[in-house]
Nanobody
């Protein structure tokens, strides 16, 4: 059974930092491209950052220079380091594992940026 479990969300002030963690089980993690997505109230889910099996990553323009995605294949975990958070970063953040046509999603973790 595939499970992706996100953690690390919470309430943070503007300019603060959080690190999200997504722990995977039930998949051969090293074969999957991993991604972080987010969905704000009333908006569509959007891509935040991706990291492929070779460790190459890319991210949305809105988070470039502030967010960093990384992975640890031994721990079957993907991370999203978020710095200089802004109120517009408030959303539910989801982890996704992709291998060709197969997608697996986590349940999401809430990030709220507010003073």
């Amino acid at each position: 059974q595939v499970q992706l479990v996100e953690s690390g969300g919470g309430l943070v002030q503007p300019g603060g930092s959080l690190r999200l963690t997504c722990a995977a089980s039930g998949i051969t993690f090293r074969l999957y491209t991993m991604g972080w997505y987010r969905q704000a109230p009333g908006k569509q889910r959007e891509l935040v950052a991706l990291i492929n099996t070779g460790g190459s990553s890319n991210s949305a323009d809105s988070v470039k220079g502030r967010f960093t995605i990384s992975r640890d294949n031994d721990k079957k975990t993907v991370y999203l380091q978020m710095n200089n958070l802004k109120p517009e970063d408030t959303a539910v953040y989801y982890c996704k594992a992709n291998l060709r046509t197969r997608d697996h999603w986590g349940q999401g973790t809430q990030v709220t940026v507010s003073s």
